[in-house]
Structures are given as C-alpha cells and as structure tokens.
C-alpha cells in the first residue's frame, strides 16, 4: 500500500484497491458528468491522481456517519 501512495497517478484497480470498492464504482465515480473523482486518460488506461483519491477520502472523513458524498 505503502508504494502505491508515492505514486502521482494511480489506475482504476490500485485506486479500487486503496479505497476498498469494485474497479467499476471508481469508473463510474470518474465517466460521469459531476462525478467523485477526476481522471486522466492515457492511452487507453483511465488514471486518477492520488491527490484527488486523498480529497475524497478527506471528505468522506469530515461527514457525519451515515451520510454519503453527493456527485
């Protein structure tokens, strides 16, 4: 894990993987309009920053249980 987090951009898989939810959530979170979480298309990979994956883990964090992160 600890690799993971020196690194500037994470793929959908490692990003899944550090935030404990399925590959498809993460592609779902970053192909909608609004959606949680930027990426960043290279090739034909879709990668997201480590920065924007530690927001969100910051936000979700900072909320009362039971509540969810709007889109």
């Given at each position: 894990m600890q690799e993971?987090?020196?690194?500037q951009l994470v793929s959908v898989?490692?990003?899944a993987r550090l935030l404990s939810v399925s590959p498809?959530?993460?592609?779902?979170?970053?192909?909608?309009?609004?959606?949680?979480l930027r990426s960043h298309?290279?090739?034909r990979?879709?990668?997201i920053a480590m920065e924007d994956l530690e927001h969100l883990?910051?936000?979700?964090?900072?909320?009362p249980p039971g509540r969810e992160v709007q889109p």
């Open positions: 993971l987090r020196s690194k898989w490692e990003a498809w959530t993460i592609y779902s979170w970053t192909t909608r309009p609004g959606g949680r298309k290279l090739g990979r879709r990668m883990i910051e936000e979700t964090r900072q909320m």
